[in-house]
């Protein structure tokens, strides 16, 4: 069984500076802090500009050449981020399978399915063409791609795009990663599809001990499959919490907003959704909470500082000063 008290991947003070077209820079990640153990799984939620993918980019080191980031991203003991360009790839080539979410921009057009299945599993496991050949035909079939063996000299443009996803999770999967890291990995899948992808990687989690960062919109989803949740706005982490007490007892308002605008299959009774009003903002104000021109429980104290993310329990914080239980301010 896996050693779940022990991370394979630490993430500290994380900061993520990009610049625009304008030459204006935006501070899209703002220190994120989180860790996840062997055999773990980690849901990451919030709406679309919420940080969640520029996180996994400034992680990862993928991040443009405009950009700026610092922290330490600890991966077996090394911080990825303080290592050179060259041994960075191969560490996170030989470790870390990443599934991105527009597959095109993770396969090359002019280089065979095959081939891009093939290369990685040579340089990092050493593995014969043969074996290789083997090996992705194998992948394929396990992610529904109907005659896998025949279809590995295919090109990109003759697969639908659910295909496509399905082929470019089972590339994250071909070393054997000890970590994966997916960004909205099954968003353009039918469910039929999703369930059989989920539940592979609910069986590789058990069989290799791999752990997992699912990024998603989908609270479904991380109600089945995560262990944990980080909840992001603004470029930082605003909750976090194992999954039954984050859905059971959400603490942060914006958490509640996300999950009163979710559908509920499971209800005895179909509920109208509560959109959360406004967008998220672009940049993140320079004094008080980033939530409270949305939030309908904002303190007096909320437009004068951010709050810190508060203790709570076992692994479990929250950043914000309003307390569900008395409705009030949170002692801390």
């Given at each position: 069984m896996p050693d779940r008290g022990r991370p394979v991947l630490e993430v500290r003070g994380l900061e993520a500076t990009l610049t625009g077209?304008?030459?204006a820079r935006v501070q899209a990640v703002r220190g994120v802090d989180f860790a996840v153990a062997s055999g773990e799984c980690l849901g990451v939620v919030g709406e679309s500009g919420s940080g969640k993918t520029v996180t996994l980019l400034a992680l990862l080191g993928l991040l443009p050449e405009t950009a700026h980031w610092s922290g330490e991203?600890?991966?077996?003991g090394r911080d990825l981020l303080a290592l050179p360009d060259p041994v960075r790839r191969r560490a996170r080539g030989a470790g870390l399978g990443v599934v991105f979410q527009e597959p095109?921009?993770?396969l090359n057009p002019v280089f065979s399915?095959?081939?891009?299945?093939?290369?990685?599993?040579?340089?990092?496991?050493?593995?014969?063409?043969?074996?290789?050949?083997?090996?992705?035909?194998e992948l394929l079939e396990l992610v529904?791609?109907?005659e896998p063996g025949a279809r590995l000299g295919d090109f990109p443009h003759q697969f639908s795009g659910g295909q496509l996803q399905r082929i470019t999770i089972a590339m994250a999967l071909a070393c054997d990663p000890?970590?994966?890291?997916?960004d909205e990995p099954t968003t353009a899948l039918d469910v039929t599809v999703q369930a059989q992808i989920l539940a592979l990687i609910r069986r590789l989690r058990a069989e290799l001990g791999m752990a997992v960062i699912w990024v998603t919109h989908d609270l479904g989803v991380v109600a089945t499959l995560a262990d944990r949740v980080l909840v992001m706005y603004a470029g930082r982490v605003i909750e976090q919490a194992t999954t039954a007490e984050l859905l059971g007892d959400p603490q942060h308002p914006y958490t509640r907003g996300l999950l009163a605008a979710a559908l509920a299959p499971r209800a005895p009774r179909p509920r109208r959704l509560r959109p959360i009003p406004g967008h998220p903002p672009a940049v993140a104000?320079?004094?008080?909470?980033?939530?409270?021109?949305?939030?309908?429980?904002?303190?007096?104290?909320?437009?004068a500082r951010e709050p810190p993310r508060i203790v709570i329990g076992p692994r479990r914080d929250v950043a914000c000063f309003?307390?569900?239980a008395t409705g009030g301010a949170r002692d801390g």
């Open positions: 077209r304008s030459g991203v600890r991966f077996e095109l921009s993770a399915i095959g081939y891009q299945m093939m290369e990685p599993m040579r340089a990092h496991l050493g593995l014969t063409r043969r074996a290789a050949a083997a090996r992705a035909a529904g791609i109907p000890r970590v994966l890291i997916a104000p320079a004094r008080g909470c980033s939530f409270r021109p949305r939030c309908a429980e904002a303190l007096a104290q909320c437009a309003w307390d569900p």
